[in-house]
């Protein structure tokens, strides 16, 4: 019988991390772990108020689903998602927990890690970028110094000062840029911002326009002068015809669709709709991040930094040198729990 423990942590950030969302100086997650006494795996929900996703909330959805989670048989995780998804359908956040968990115990009741499991290779990897939040130009240049050999850097604008901001940032590396925008440009600043990134090493601009601004969105695909991604546009597999329409990628991030399980399919939605796929994640920790590494062989891109941008990590797992993603020897996901800083 598998026993369900959640763990709650609030861990500092290494900078105040601020996007056009607002601004926090720690982040709180909730940890699920699944035990059968032998193993243990971990899964992540992390609490992020502007989607309303909060510690008690997460809580209180992980308490109504409990009797499910002890008592599904955990032989495929994909039947396991299923059942809980019943009990959880209004919490994708802390569903993505448990099925995070649950490939994780099982790769560790196997021996072998996910990825393996799903018949993938390890190789070859997309590079993480490093994200650099809204701040004081002079403040967004040291954050990059600070991590100058990275080869691809994600700009969080939202400002009225953005071009100036890049092109200062530019001065300072010949790395790639990707710009994130998370909903803050009308159509009109996004027509003229893509212009104006255009000759400036930027991959991509995510997110522009707000979530549900369909017809904007397909307008500005057509008029744009660089590839768009879509994040807040693309949160379950449904969204995934519509963003064929607006967007040139799509960013899949566990805690918006549901988990890994939900996230393969969309990942082969996409393909089948022509679109590129980068991961993502929130600022998490370790225990998050490595379950989304699970994915990076199927994807092009990857944006999963979230640990790096805290100050002390509670497990240790999958870990990037200079973007680079480096595989543990654990199984599973390859999440080691450290335990709560005191």
């Not at 890690?113 to 990897?125: C, H, N, S």
């Not at 904007?216 to 546009?233: F, T």
């Not at 941008?309 to 729990?337: E, N, Q, Y």
Request: glycine fraction near 8%; aromatic fraction near 6%; hydrophobic fraction near 40%.
């Amino acid at each position: 019988m598998i026993r369900m423990v959640v763990h709650e942590v609030n861990l500092l950030l290494r900078h105040t991390f601020t996007t056009a969302h607002g601004s926090a100086t720690a982040q709180r997650s909730v940890i699920v772990e699944l035990t059968d006494g032998e193993h243990s795996g971990f899964g992540e929900a992390v609490c992020i108020p502007h989607e309303g996703w909060t510690a008690p909330g997460i809580r209180a959805a992980l308490e109504a689903a409990r009797t499910t989670v002890e008592t599904t048989d955990l032989q495929d995780p994909a039947e396991y998602w299923k059942a809980c998804s019943a009990i959880l359908a209004s919490s994708r956040v802390a569903l993505s927990a448990v099925d995070q968990a649950a490939h994780d115990l099982r790769g560790k009741r196997a021996g072998a890690p996910v990825w393996r499991l799903w018949d993938l290779p390890w190789a070859p990897l997309p590079v993480s970028d490093y994200t650099i939040g809204i701040d004081e130009t002079d403040r967004m240049v040291a954050k990059l110094l600070e991590f100058a050999d990275w080869p691809v850097f994600k700009i969080k604008l939202g400002t009225n000062r953005d071009l100036e901001i890049v092109r200062t940032l530019r001065q300072y590396t010949d790395a790639s840029f990707r710009v994130d925008a998370n909903c803050a440009w009308t159509f009109e600043e996004s027509l003229a911002r893509t212009h104006g990134l255009a000759g400036l090493g930027v991959e991509f601009v995510e997110q522009p326009l707000p979530r549900l601004a369909y017809g904007d969105q397909i307008r500005l695909r057509k008029e744009s002068a660089l590839p768009l991604m879509a994040d807040e546009s693309c949160q379950d597999e449904d969204d995934i015809d519509r963003c064929a329409e607006g967007f040139d990628a799509v960013n899949i991030k566990l805690a918006k669709c549901g988990g890994l399980t939900p996230a393969r399919r969309m990942i082969e939605r996409a393909r089948s709709n022509g679109l590129r796929v980068m991961v993502g994640c929130m600022t998490e920790t370790t225990v998050g991040i490595s379950a989304i590494a699970q994915l990076l062989t199927l994807v092009d891109y990857a944006d999963i930094d979230g640990a790096v941008l805290v100050a002390r990590d509670v497990a240790s797992g999958v870990r990037l040198d200079r973007g680079r993603p480096i595989l543990p020897t654990v199984p599973g996901t390859g999440v080691t729990w450290l335990g709560v800083p005191e």
